[in-house]
């Protein structure tokens, strides 16, 4: 049995969201301070039907649904990492790339781009991004 606070895939410590009311949708909400999500970690925020989750990857923040389309499996769950790509210098060699701009859903590890949304292994099922902006100290979402 997972201890709860554990990510099913990984056992790694997951943030879960706040134990208080949902934040309305369609409007923009101040989610954290810079401080409060660290460069390569996240934030659950309870915004709408699954929540948000708040990324910084490297300073820059971006936000998507709680949701994979896959199954409906809980996204931020999963761990943000890299992609794999074949070096083409190197015969047999593959390398990981653009670390932690990517999420993998832990039920079945279908991978989509935190910037975007889009995913490889079937585009027309892009996960929801939303807009994230920096204003002083606060992390605002438009959700």
């Not at 049995?1 to 949708?25: D, F, H, N």
Request: overall charge neutral; aromatic content about 8%; proline content about 8%.
């Amino acid at each position: 049995m997972i201890p709860e606070g554990r990510s099913e895939a990984t056992g790694e410590s997951v943030q879960q969201p706040e134990k208080r009311p949902r934040l309305a949708q369609g409007r923009e909400h101040v989610v954290a301070t810079v401080d409060e999500i660290p460069p390569g970690t996240h934030k659950l925020v309870p915004i709408g039907r699954h929540g948000v989750g708040v990324y910084n990857v490297n300073g820059t923040f971006y936000a998507i649904a709680n949701y994979c389309p896959h199954e409906g499996g809980p996204l931020c769950s999963g761990r943000a990492r890299g992609r794999t790509v074949v070096d083409e210098k190197v015969p047999g060699d593959a390398v990981m790339v653009r670390d932690k701009e990517y999420i993998y859903c832990p039920w079945h590890q279908w991978g989509f781009e935190l910037a975007t949304g889009t995913t490889a292994v079937k585009p027309e099922w892009s996960i929801r991004t939303y807009p994230v902006r920096v204003v002083g100290d606060d992390v605002l979402v438009m959700a």
